[in-house]
């Protein structure tokens, strides 16, 4: 069995079991309430700057992107039901960024509490949560 076949199956396998997440799990894309408070972005504004194409807010700052790791099932649900594709997939598009030097790869965080708290404190800062770890303190995105 070849290696990229094992990953496609895995990956399909994967996806089965994230599409059992309860709703108050399901991924929510979040921003830094301060450097961008209005915090409406179109789904392919999202998905450029999650595919790190996008690297900078509409006032010239730059976006800071950090993620969950690939096996995490909020990352997969992430990928799966917001960005539209399998988590392989994004991982093979931010691999070709940096290995042609055109660009880099998000910041990995732990846990949902460690995302929570950079994304926070972290100026331009964009990331997702399960929608039952929301607080005052990140901003929920809406669709444009």
């Not at 909020?74 to 931010?94: E, G, M, N, T």
């Amino acid at each position: 069995m070849s290696k990229l076949y094992l990953k496609y199956l895995l990956g399909i396998l994967a996806l089965g079991f994230a599409s059992v997440l309860p709703a108050e799990h399901a991924p929510v894309v979040i921003v830094n309430s301060v450097t961008y408070p209005n915090a409406s972005l179109s789904q392919n504004a999202i998905s450029a700057i999650f595919g790190m194409r996008l690297r900078k807010w509409e006032d010239g700052s730059p976006i800071k992107v950090f993620v969950m790791p690939d096996e995490n099932p909020l990352h997969i649900a992430f990928s799966k039901y917001v960005l539209r594709v399998f988590p392989y997939q994004l991982r093979s598009a931010w691999d070709r960024l940096v290995f042609s030097g055109t660009g880099e790869e998000p910041v990995m965080v732990e846990s949902e509490q460690q995302m929570r708290d950079i994304v926070a404190t972290t100026p331009g800062a964009i990331g997702y949560l399960s929608r039952s770890m929301l607080d005052d303190s990140v901003k929920a995105v809406s669709d444009d």
